[in-house]
T-cell receptor
Framework: DTGVSQNPRHKITKRGQNVTFRCDPISEHNRLYWYRQTLGQGPEFLTYFQNEAQLEKSRLLSDRFSAERPKGSFSTLEIQRTEQGDSAMYLC????????????FGPGTRLTVL | AQKITQTQPGMFVQEKEAVTLDCTYDTSDPSYGLFWYKQPSSGEMIFLIYQGSYDQQNATEGRYSLNFQKARKSANLVISASQLGDSAMYFCAMRGVNNNNDMRFGAGTRLTVKP
């Protein structure tokens, strides 16, 4: 298996712009998760998909955030009208619904909002 | 509610020695999983080890072992024979069977291995 991949690795944008991140999970992993990590903290859960269905969204996921997984494979996370407080590392993880259901993470996308 | 606590912001260890990173948790779920991840400066979260709440034996994976004390709600990570490449942030995480989507992470411990 190739690992979870995320693109871009880094994104610098101006406040008010929209940004979109992509996550490609490990093939045949039917669960996909998005987390946000700020400096000095552990990752915080944002949302997750089982196949193409978005089953849960954290209260951290404001209405400016939207995530999709249209064909149950890759996923996108879009942030509209970015704010400086959105600056963080955005991590994607995937898992197979079996056993420990261990989540495997991608390298993350570091977002800086100027 | 689930909560993970890592009380050591930073730890130092001499190369080739063993080190224990502390983790305590709180949950009302009757069944849960405990995980440890390593995050080097590159940012990627690397899965290290898993312990199920009903597992009778402590989990081991190479130089990593998990000292699981269920009554004390602790799941400490032991790294034996530390290597310079072990220097990283280490996160303890938990997922309850009733919250299998929401994995909670501790604040992490920064481990520095000294030559």
């Amino acid at each position: 298996d190739t690992g979870v991949s995320q693109n871009p690795r880094h994104k610098i944008t101006k406040r008010g712009q929209n940004v979109t991140f992509r996550c490609d999970p490990i093939s045949e992993h039917n669960r996909l998760y998005w987390y946000r990590q700020t400096l000095g903290q552990g990752p915080e859960f944002l949302t997750y998909f089982q196949n193409e269905a978005q089953l849960e969204k954290s209260r951290l996921l404001s209405d400016r955030f939207s995530a999709e997984r249209p064909k149950g494979s890759f996923s996108t996370l879009e942030i509209q009208r970015t704010e400086q407080g959105d600056s963080a590392m955005y991590l994607c993880a995937s898992s197979r619904l079996a056993g420990a259901d261990t989540q495997y993470f991608g390298p993350g996308t570091r977002l800086t909002v100027l | 509610a689930q909560k993970i606590t890592q009380t050591q912001p930073g730890m130092f260890v001499q190369e080739k020695e063993a080190v224990t990173l502390d983790c305590t948790y709180d949950t009302s779920d009757p069944s849960y999983g405990l995980f440890w991840y390593k995050q080097p400066s590159s940012g990627e979260m690397i899965f290290l080890i898993y312990q199920g709440s009903y597992d009778q034996q402590n989990a081991t994976e190479g130089r990593y072992s998990l000292n699981f004390q269920k009554a004390r709600k602790s799941a400490n990570l032991v790294i034996s024979a530390s290597q310079l490449g072990d220097s990283a942030m280490y996160f303890c995480a938990m997922r309850g069977v009733n919250n299998n989507n929401d994995m909670r992470f501790g604040a992490g411990t920064r481990l520095t291995v000294k030559p």
